[in-house]
Structure formats: C-alpha cells, structure tokens
C-alpha cells in the first residue's frame, strides 16, 4: 500500500542469491567497481543536472547502505560516477528537491513528501514510482551507461475562497490520492498564501481528492472557568494582575464552549464560529469544488508532470446544531479525554474530523456548531507503554479512566434540532499475550538481543493522518512472556520487532493454532497463548522464469494465497516478495515464511497499484499456487504472463 | 496538544463544581475593525479580535459581516486588544506604528460601556521571488526567510523578525513571505550544512571513467589518496550575495508587494582547513576556539575545547568558501606555577581550495591605571576592575579581563586582547565609577580602545560613594496612577546619546502605584520623558530620540543628588 511508502520508491526485496550475511561486507577484498551514468528527463531525455544520486548496497533484508552514504549530484550534463563499489548489489537513488527542507537546499531523508520538480526514483525504474532495479557487480565489474530516467511531477493549483468571494488565508489544503481500491494513501498538505492561492506539488500521477480541512477544538467553559479560578488565585497570590496566556484556552466563546482559534504561532488554519442573530455558523470541511461530503468518485485525475489550474475551492458557511453527551468507562466518567466527531465514512482520518472536545469533570463533552450530517464519535486511551514483562504490574500503573486501550464510538446523526445527552461508553482494551519460541539446535540469542525484542501489533492500514495514537507493543520477559495491553478493535499484524536474530528467522505467530506471521489478523476479544516461534531451519523459495519482456525483464512475485489478506496486506509484510529479472532466469528466496502462496511473473510495468487488491484479484488468474513449508525448500517454475 | 499547566489543573477538578463564571464584571468593550485599501475603507470580517487585562484570561471574539465586535462582562480595570487575520498586520489596538506592539491600555470602570473603538488594520507586506540554483534551475527546498535590518549606534544590526516564520521555496523555486510590517528587510537563503562526500564529477573526469569503465580497468583516474571533495550551499542573500553587510536592503511600507526578488543561491566547493595552533612559548594549553563568519556577521560555530594532534595540528572539513573570524581563549605556564591567559583572534578567507592556516594564541596588552576618591577611598578588599568587551560580532566575547584593585587604588588588568571596551568596577558596596580619564578623555562615555602591542596606563577612575536617583509618580489627566507608560531618561548631550548607554535609564516600567525610580546614572544634564510605546531597539535611534527630546523636561543630576519629579500625562 502506499500509505507508508508514498515518496519512497519500492525496491523489491530480492533475494535472488543467497544473503550476504553480517560483518561480512567488511572481510570482501577492495572494493573497486566503477558506475558511471547519466541522469534524464523520461519524457523529454533532456539531461538533469544537480540531482543526488545514493548508492544503496544491499545486506540481508532490504536495502541499508553501509558506512558513510555513497553521494554524487549530477553534473550540468546529467552525468556521473561512482568509485570504488564494492561487488555485490547495488542501488541508485535519484532525488531532486528532496523530501524535507534539509538545511542547506539538499536532501534530508526525514519522512515526509518529496517537494522536488521530479519524482523520486532511481536506476531502474520505467514508470513514475516504479521499482528500482539493482545493478550486480562482480569484483572489478564496471558499469558504463546506468541511465536513469526520471519523471516530471504534477501541481494542483487553486485560490480557496469563502462564500462572498473572498479569499481565504493561511488555510490547510490536503491531498489524498485514491488507490485503485477506493481507500485514500497519504498525500502532502499546504497552507493558502495571502491571496488564498495554493499549491500542492511534487505529486505522482493518479487521481486525488483535494480538501480544505475545519477541525475545531473544544472545551466546556466550566472547565475553563475552574482552571481561569485557579490560574486567579496563583495571580492574587503572586501580586500579578495580567494571568498568563494559556493557547488552549485561547479562544472564541459558544454558547457554553470555548472553540479554540489557536494563538500567533500554532495557527491551526481553522476559521473561528459566527453567531449571527442566535444561530452559529462554521466553514466546514469542504472537499474540491465545494461539496462538504467525501466522495472518491469526484477525485481529480492528473497526469505525470501535469499542472493542474483553477482547482478552486469555494467553502460556505453552514448552520450547525449542538451535539452534547457523556462519556464513562465502568460507569465512571472520564475526565479531560478528547471525544472525536468524525464525518461518518471517513474512519480515523484526523485531517477529515469535524471536531474534538474534551470532557470536563463530569465526562461531559459538548460539540457546540456541528454541520448537519451523519458522524461517529469516538473516544480511546492509548495502550499501556512498554516496557510490559509484568504484566499485572501494567494494568495497576495506568491511572487512567478505563484503563489502557478503552475505546467507544458511537453513530450519530445531527439534524437542525442537534442531540443532547449522547451516552458514550467506553470498553476495555484487549490484550495480547503469549510467549517467544525458538526451534533449532542453534545457540539462542543472548538476553542483550531478547532485550531489545519487541512485540508489535500494529495497525494493517491507519488511515492517512490517522488519530489514533500510539501504537501497542510489548518486551519479552525473562521466560520470554510477552503481553501488548490495551488494544483497540482493528485489523492488526502481530510480529516481532525484527525477523531475523542472528541464525534465526520468524517462522510463525500461532494463535489458537492459526498462523498469522505478517498476516492481518482482526483483533476482536482478548488474545492468549499467541506462540512466536523462530527456527534456524528456514524454509526457502527456488524460482525460474521462462520468457522475459523485451526491455522490462521479468519480475517475479510471490504473495499469500488467502484472499482476506489482500485488502489491507501490508506493503512491508514478508509475505510479499517481488524479484526483478533483467532477463529470463530465476534465483531462490532463502528465507521465506511458511504457508499458501501465489507466485506470478509478470512485466514489472503492471504493478502499478502494488500492493492492492485490485492489483492481487488481476494477477490470481495468471499465478500458480505454492505451498512453502517448514523447513523445506520449495521449487517452483514460471512462464512469463503477458497481461493486457 | 494540551498543556502541562492545563492538564495538571484539570485532573485537580472536583466534580460537580459550581460552574461560576469567574470574576464577570459589567463593562463592555467593542467597536469596528475597518481595513483601508486605497481610499475606500471596508469593514473586516472574520478577524480575530482578542482582549488581556485585568483579571482575566485572554478573550476572543470573531468580528462579523459589519467587522463589529465587543467584549462583555469585562471587570473593571485596564485592557489591551489586539486583532488578527491572516495576510493582515496584526495590530495592536491604539499603537501608532503600524504591526508593533504595544497596545494602548483601555480603563474601564464598573458598567462601563466603551463602544466606539475603531481599528483600521492594514494589509501586510509582501516580498516575492525565485531560488534558483548555480545552472539556473529552481531550487526546491531552499528556505527562505527574512532579516529586519535596524540600526543600533549608527550601525545596522540584522535580527530575525518576530512572528514570520521560514518558507521554503516549491518546487518552481518561488517563494512569498506576507504579513511583514514596515521595516527594512534582507531577504536570505538560508544554508549552514553541507553534504558530506558528495561530488560533482568534471566532464574530463566522467570521460576519464567512462574510458575506463568500458576498458574494463579496475580503478578510477583519480588518486584515491585525494579529499573527497564537499559540497555545500552556503548562506545566501538577496541579489544573491554571501555578505551580509552588502546585500539588498528592502524598503517596505504599508501593503507594499515587492515580487522579483530572486536569488542564486550556487553549489560551492567546501574546502578544508588544516590548521596549526601556536603559541608564544610552545602549544596553547586547553585552547578553546570558535568561528564566526564576518560575512553574516554571526557566530557560526561556537567555542570548543580543540584537541590538536601531536603536531598541534587539527582539520576542520567542509568549510564553505567565505570571510571567517577563529576566535578562542588558551593559556600557557607563567612564573611561578601561574596561569597566562592567551586569546585567539584570526580572519581567513576561504576560497574553496584546502588551506593551510596558522592560528596563532597571543598574549595580551596590559591596561593600568588609579581609583580616585574624595576625600578618602573605601575599603577597597573585594573591589575588582572589569573591562567589558563590545565584540565585533555579537556572541564572540568569551572573557571579560578583569582584575583585583590594590589597597592604594591602583589597577592593571593583564592579558587584554585587542577591542574596545567599557570599564566596570564591582566589590565596593554603594560606591559607582563616575569617570574615567585618558588622555584627557572620558572613557567611560566612549569605548576604551585596546590596540595590538600598545599597552594602557594612567586611566584615572573617579568613584563616589553615593548614587544618584530621580524618582516620582506618573499620573493621568484625571490623576489616576498610569502603570501602562514607561519612564526615559536621555542624556541632554546629543553626542551621547549613542555613544554612553550608561547615561541612559533604558525603558522604566512605572509601578501599578505610579511610581517610577531611575538610580544611578553619573552626574550631568538629563532628559526626562514619559513614553507610550517603543521597544528597546528605538532607543538606538536619535530620529526616536529626537521625538522623546522634544517632550522631555530637561534635569541637571549633581553627584548623589536625590531628584522627585511627578509628571502628569496629557492636557
């Protein structure tokens, strides 16, 4: 999916030849190969000039360069060398611009989206945010014309303006591309400029929608009342009579509310409430052209390099309605909790919420100018902190209403009357617990590596901007127990932390006698004796490919059989793997985890929508069914696949 | 996020506790908030108008389709507004410079109705341009920010504007920073890292490997022995200059849009520095050494305790071609198992090719001279001497030399390095320097100039005993105590005004009560005046000094006088 790895291009984890193992790298002998390239435009080959170039060379897993970053910008002729590469396989990066305002014009890694004139990409690479291709270097090989070729990105473009025409200034503007299966991956956000201009840049291809997000942020005034009380009496106390300015209790007065504005400094972009002749009226979340409800069918479809003009935006004022209510957890209420009011549709999206409030003393929250329309309010605690070997010791520590991981939603549908005394009851968290298994005669790893194991149970597809919070985890005990406290109702994986421990590779998480290793699992009820077992036996993939695409090779991919998973599959799950052939051929995958897989060789220009479900329904009729087992080495041939 | 403060007072509320709305009073304060484009004057809506004072915590309301708004259930007291929306100044309700505070303070007594406040908020300025890079291609990501230029003693000083935060230039290259008050501004790239190991190959060098790349050779032309070269963006401002003191200084008024100002902002060679540290008599001990770049006339790496090799030699990588100052503190071993300080003070201009540069840790001059009392001088066991230094560029001043003063009054501060300074003396409780002679000079109202290889003798320093003090009540028209002005005491001698901060109160916050007390300004004839707005940097400005002159009383202050003088504000 592309929700974690928008602006970072997919490599595939290719493993055609047996793993260079650790500190193994060091013992090769002078490094010595030689690339010389040239960078271009893919629609124009006009050469690039000043784009850096990283040399990637590869360990066991993924693609980690070793010792200090290999960096060359390319000259006024695009062009440029690397010296002395060690053998082995290697990737170019290309980048322009880079994805976070680095501290000199250049690149920082950081997260974030790319804002150059091109997209991201890399050697390799034959259309917008395709796969990169590794280059293999024997020892002394040289490589004379490494081109790599890099696409245009797009621009929407647009003025943002309220209902009378005039503009609307320092607000946040969102992108959110639609993927072929109708959910929204991450997209950059902008503010609008004094004229109320936007722009929205360095985008890929594909269609989005585009959005003015209004989140309000509330507080009842009786707690405002009660901390400006107390904030009085340090002030008499203290001879001062100017109190101190407190930003979240900065802002514009709603009936018995307090809409925060944000102060000078944490503009939040969110247009204050008008009351006109007893009637309150707000800007709400509007979506391109003007509508207030998200639709990815009204999504704009921009072509790579395109500069999208007049996508204006106009937001209208609306009426609203007062939606009121409690919230409690074992009938007891909870105090100073945030309660989200989110459009109904738009999951966790935290760009999409309408509103937050917090409860006052009495669990009591108020949403004083709701649009009219259908929501959901939800309200959750974070799950317990690591580290959890105790876990009894856990679910004492935690103070809060509920205890960790409690959560409630509740649909709502606000009409001009509003509601009133909404009950919002939160349930308990679940819990996650189980211990750590390893099979094999290979040493075990020490306790400085058990150490620092996690347990994670994360989240198979948050939605962009999620609001939920931290995520749940857990450390190994000394018995190698684990427990993940205070999990939400969701769609999660349960792994360790890393798949690899020396000799030792995950081989499965058991629960209940069902395997899960990387597989999204609905977490529903408590979960115990969920086995995480390791062996230094794994089993391993052989593959060869008969045929290849004239200038686009074969890529060999190999991903779950079971259908349930391909919805929300994630994109780092090791149950995807993906190989790019130059040729026909084939390799092994040493390390795979066990279990029904389908394997396919395609052209790589088909996995556009990788990984979705749409791209996984497409490619089933075309593979051929793998059981990987325990322990074994698995064979399996190919022929190429042409797809139209 | 919520707030520490805030969510600590939360989890401390009772239930159930009466919501009684703290201190509501009966005033009421409101008016227009009106926006002036050409000639015709619109009333603004959706601002955001916010309210401070007595009692209560920040307020706000949102203006409506008339750009009306009020405050009620105010207690009595005083209040300032402010108001707000974006690409407009925000404005300080009753200040006379347009986009700067403060506010004037607004009373109101109880029931109090105050209806008729009129605010015209101008739109902000904007400058607008393009980065480009070295072969004239946009450079996406560069930041952009602005310097306010102001003159502090005749000199400009550049500082980051308040409130404006960096933009980053898209992926065009264009950048637009708006909402910016009148003032004079400098606009710059902002650079200072550099990316290490990365290289930009030659066309002979890519002819070279290619060559060799399809030949099959095992290695690439260029001596691996050789510094892989760094690249780097440095700091550049507008036209497209790297120092600051030569780049473009923009005039804006009110709701000016100055567009086309672009900049190049080009990829330099980083050069690096092989640097050998001396001393007079073999290695520095524990030399400590900062760079600070004279172009951008700031600090650029603070100091730190260097460890040269065994050849007193160390590299400093990566520098970007510009004019730096090394400047650092060192000792060596004097007589007797002493300690002599040593300071360091270089200028190197690089330029791209790796140097070789010898900083060199002096020792420095000796400045001497006799405290004078009358009729006898004080026990003078803990008095020491303190030159204060006034560096060149701020922040690179590690040591102010000082010295213990003898039984008989005489001073010598050793190890001075070369600079100007400013004498000060500490240790004599209630006893203040009233002058200090050289060569017929008063080096206290100018700056005691230190030069290379000359040393000081002979500064007679005057002290006294008793401090002077000018006290008082400020009060309005109606004679009510007037807290929301500020006290200002200027030297009558213009020729002062710049040159002798001693001789000036700086801004005095006059007390709830009134009352006001300036203490220890050094006998001569003053200015006294009472101001409603200004911020410390105004008091560099004689344009502003001439304005407090013509509204000031003149005072004479004799040695230890004890001078009252109310004033009364208005008609």
């Known amino acids: ?644 | 996020m919520i707030s520490m403060l805030l969510c600590s007072l939360l989890l401390q509320t009772p239930r159930d506790l009466p919501a009684a709305a703290p201190s509501a009073g009966s005033a009421i304060i409101g008016g227009v908030v009106t926006t002036t484009e050409g000639t015709s004057r619109t009333p603004l809506r959706r601002a955001i108008v916010s309210i401070a004072g007595t009692g209560i915590i920040v307020r706000q309301v949102a203006t409506d389709e008339l750009g009306r708004f009020a405050f009620e259930e105010l207690p009595p007291g005083r209040f300032t507004l402010t108001v707000e929306k974006g690409g407009y100044l925000k404005t300080f309700v009753g200040s006379r410079r347009p986009g700067r505070p403060p506010s004037l303070p607004i009373a109101v007594v109880a029931g109090q109705r105050v209806m008729d406040l009129a605010v015209d908020v101008p739109r902000g300025s904007v400058i607008e341009g393009t980065v480009r890079d070295e072969l004239g291609g946009p450079l996406a990501t560069a930041q952009v920010s602005v310097l306010q230029r102001l003159m502090v003693a005749g000199e400009p000083r550049f500082s980051a504007l308040a409130g404006t935060s960096r933009v980053v230039a898209d992926d065009r290259g264009r950048y637009r920073i708006y909402g910016l008050p009148p003032g004079d501004y400098v606009v710059q790239t902002v650079g200072g890292g550099t990316l290490t190991g990365a290289e930009v190959a030659t066309d002979e060098e890519i002819k070279a490997a290619d060559a060799a790349a399809r030949a099959g050779a095992s290695a690439g032309p260029r001596a691996k022995s050789t510094t892989p070269r760094v690249v780097t963006r440095s700091i550049v401002y507008a036209p497209g200059v790297t120092d600051l003191r030569t780049a473009q200084v923009i005039s804006l008024g009110v709701n000016e849009e100055r567009t086309g100002i672009d900049l190049t902002n080009a990829l330099v060679f980083a050069a690096a520095l092989d640097l050998l540290v001396t001393a007079p008599s073999g290695p520095p001990q524990n030399p400590s050494i900062g760079i600070a770049s004279v172009s951008r006339q700031s600090v650029f790496t603070g100091p730190g305790i260097v460890r040269p090799g065994a050849n007193s030699h160390f590299v400093m990588p990566g520098m970007a071609p510009g004019h730096y100052l090394f400047y650092g503190s060192a000792s060596e071993p004097g007589p007797n198992g002493t300690s002599v300080p040593l300071y360091l003070s270089a200028e190197v201009t690089v330029d791209g090719a790796d140097m070789s540069v010898s900083l060199d840790f002096l020792r420095g001059q000796t400045v001497s001279g006799q405290l004078i009392a009358a009729p006898t001088l004080p026990t003078l066991t803990d008095a020491r001497v303190t030159l204060v230094a006034e560096g060149r560029i701020p922040g690179t001043t590690l040591r102010n030399p000082d010295a213990s003063v003898n039984a008989d009054g005489s001073f010598v501060v050793t190890g001075v390095p070369p600079g100007r300074y400013r004498i000060g003396l500490s240790g004599i409780g209630g006893w203040t320097l009233v002058s200090a002679t050289l060569s017929g000079a008063d080096v206290l109202d100018a700056p005691l100039e230190v030069r290379a290889g000359s040393d000081i003798g002979g500064v007679a320093a005057t002290i006294s005993g008793r401090a002077t003090e000018i006290s008082g009540v400020v009060t309005d028209s109606a004679g009510r105590p007037s807290p929301e002005f500020t006290a200002l005491v200027i030297p009558a001698d213009r020729a002062l005004w710049l040159t002798a901060p001693r001789r000036t109160s700086g801004l005095v916050k006059i007390a709830s009560d009134g009352r006001y007390q300036v203490t220890g300004l050094p006998p001569g004839d003053y200015l006294l005046a009472v101001i409603v707005d200004a911020d410390p940097q105004q008091l560099a400005d004689p344009a502003f000094l001439e304005q407090v002159a013509a509204g000031a009383i003149p005072i004479r202050l004799t040695e230890g006088q004890q001078l009252v003088q109310n004033l009364k504000i208005g008609g």
């Not at chain 1, 902008?190 to 985008?203: E, F």
């Not at chain 1, 009380?229 to 514009?252: D, F």
């Open chain 1, 1 to 644: 999916m592309k929700t974690a790895i928008s602006g970072a291009v997919v490599v595939w984890l290719a493993l055609a030849a047996a793993p260079i193992a650790q500190g193994q790298q060091q013992a090769a002998t002078n490094p010595t190969g030689l690339i010389v390239g040239r960078v271009v435009d893919a629609s124009t080959d006009k050469p690039l000039a000043g784009v850096l170039l990283e040399l990637g060379i590869e360990t066991t897993l993924g693609q980690v360069a070793v010792g200090p970053p290999r960096r060359q910008l390319s000259n006024a002729q695009g062009r440029f060398v690397f010296r002395d590469v060690p053998a082995g396989r290697v990737t170019v990066r290309a980048t322009v611009g880079g994805n976070f305002p680095g501290p000199n014009g250049f690149i920082s890694n950081s997260s974030g989206f790319p804002i150059g004139a091109y997209l991201p990409g890399g050697f390799g690479q034959r259309r917008p945010d395709g796969a990169l291709r590794q280059l293999t270097l024997a020892q002394g090989q040289n490589v004379s014309d490494a081109e790599i070729r890099m696409w245009r990105s797009a621009s929407l473009n647009g003025t943002v303006t309220d209902e009378t025409g005039d503009p609307l200034v320092d607000v946040v503007v969102g992108a959110a591309r639609v993927t072929s299966d109708g959910t929204l991956a991450n997209g950059p956000t902008t503010k609008t400029d004094d004229r109320g201009m936007y722009r929205l840049s360095s985008l890929e291809p594909g269609r989005y929608i585009v959005f003015v997000p209004q989140t309000q942020t509330v507080m009842l005034m009786d707690s405002v009342n009660v901390v400006t009380a107390r904030l009085q009496e340090a002030a008499a106390k203290n001879g001062v009579s100017v109190l101190p300015v407190v930003p979240e209790l900065t802002g514009i007065r709603i009936g018995t509310s307090l809409v925060s504005t944000g102060t000078s400094g944490m503009i939040t972009g969110t247009q204050p409430p008008r009351t006109v002749n007893g009637a309150t009226y707000v800007l709400p979340t509007t979506f391109l052209p003007g509508s207030t409800t998200l639709n990815v069918n009204a999504a704009v479809e921009i072509a790579a390099g395109e500069d999208r003009t007049a996508a204006d935006l106009t937001v209208r004022a609306v009426p609203t309605a007062i939606v009121s209510g409690t919230l409690t957890a074992s009938g007891v209420p909870s105090n100073g909790m945030l309660v989200h009011l989110l459009p109904a549709g738009s999951r966790d999206a935290a760009l999409f919420e309408t509103a937050k409030a917090r409860t006052d003393a009495n669990g009591r929250f108020t949403f004083p100018a709701v649009p009219l329309g259908s929501y959901t309010v939800v309200a959750f605690n974070d799950p317990a902190l690591p580290p959890a070997p105790n876990p009894s010791a856990v679910e004492h520590s935690v103070g809060i209403v509920g205890g960790p991981g409690a959560w409630g939603a509740a649909p709502v549908s606000v009409g001009a009357e509003g509601v009133a005394n909404l009950q919002l009851a939160m349930r308990p968290g679940f819990s996650i617990r189980g211990r750590m298994d390893f099979e094999g005669s290979s040493p075990r790893p020490d306790e400085a590596a058990l150490k620092n194991l996690r347990i994670d149970v994360t989240r198979t597809r948050p939605q962009f901007r999620s609001i939920a919070g931290a995520p749940a985890m857990s450390l190994l005990d000394p018995t190698q127990q684990f427990a993940v406290i205070g999990v939400t109702p969701a769609r999660y994986t349960i792994r360790p932390s890393t798949l690899v421990i020396g000799p030792w590779r995950l081989k499965s998480v058991q629960v209940g006698g069902r395997e899960v290793a990387d597989l999204p699992v609905e977490i529903s009820e408590d979960l115990n004796n969920v086995v995480v077992t390791f062996t230094d036996q794994p089993a391993s993939l052989v593959f060869d490919v008969a045929g290849a695409d004239a200038d686009d090779g074969a890529t060999f991919m190999l991903f779950p059989a079971d259908r349930a998973a391909w919805s929300d599959l994630p994109p780092t799950s090791a149950r995807l793997r993906g190989v790019r052939l130059p040729t026909a051929g084939g390799g092994t995958l040493p390390f795979v985890l066990p279990g029904d897989y389908l394997a396919v060789a395609v052209s790589e220009s088909l996995l556009a929508d990788f990984p979705s479900e749409v791209l996984f329904t497409k490619l089933a009729p075309l593979a051929t069914a793998v059981r990987v087992t325990a322990g074994q080495r698995t064979s399996v041939s190919l022929t190429l696949k042409k797809v139209q």
